[in-house]
């Protein structure tokens, strides 16, 4: 039976990853608890085939410790500490954190029916990723989203129902085809670099039945004004920030 899901619009990036550090199972408990009603994170692939959720191809940004995820093994990279930079960088005392496997997140995420999970592949796991949902029995609980249209399309060609969220930067916009190659792949979201996205490009988009996201969008004005424009999705890492100004725009 479908799950009563959350639709309001906001996308926690990396987990509540303002407050804590990103991709991190704090991150993601944070993110549930502000009511986003999806919440994105990255997925690449350890040394020995392990799914992990992490941005970089390397530990540098974020660790006590620089290793290249491809090139290290699941138990060696779970001996960084994943809050080592945020801790240093934000001057706040975060406990350690773990690089999470992927199924540690889906299972924290299926525990709950109101949020979900949208997954970018760092790399080619598409079909890897989707089994494992499938294992977990938690294919209602994910979606996809990333720029590279050759994964969404994989996406779409693994499991047709899937909703995709597309990014798309400047390039995209530039050649003005991204509308149409959206609605001939039937993907669900369009999701546009901030600097990109005006009042056209949402009623472009709109007007061939697809939704319209931003990313990242951080600024709280900025958050205002596209929610004003009509603005469907905004991915950020301020996601209470985000609910607030979207609920107060309801109201007036």
Known sequence: MRQSFLNNGVTAHRGNSSE???????????????????????????????????????????????????????RELRKIDAAYQFRKQNKLYVPECKIPPLSEVITLIRKQGRTRLSIQPKENVVKEVIHMAEKMDA?????????????MLEVKN???????????????????????????????????????????????????????????INDPETMKKLFVAGIDRLYTDHPALCLRIKQSLIKQ
């Open 20 to 74: 804590f550090p990103e991709n991190t199972m704090t991150s993601f408990e944070s993110a549930l608890k502000t009511g986003a009603d999806w919440i994105e994170l990255d997925v690449k692939k350890t040394k020995d085939g392990h799914l992990v959720v992490i941005h970089d191809d390397n530990t540098a940004r974020i660790g006590n410790d620089d290793v290249n995820v491809s090139e290290t093994s699941y």
């Open 139 to 151: 294919l209602e609980w994910i979606g996809f989203n990333d720029g590279n249209l050759n994964l």
């Open 158 to 216: 693994t499991k047709p129902d899937l909703p995709v969220f597309w990014d798309v930067g400047p390039c995209d916009v530039e050649n003005n085809d991204f509308i149409e190659t959206a609605k001939r792949n039937h993907f669900e979201t369009i999701v546009v670099y901030e600097p990109c996205i005006d009042k056209d490009v949402i009623r472009g988009i709109h007007d061939a039945g697809i939704s319209a996201g931003g990313w990242t």
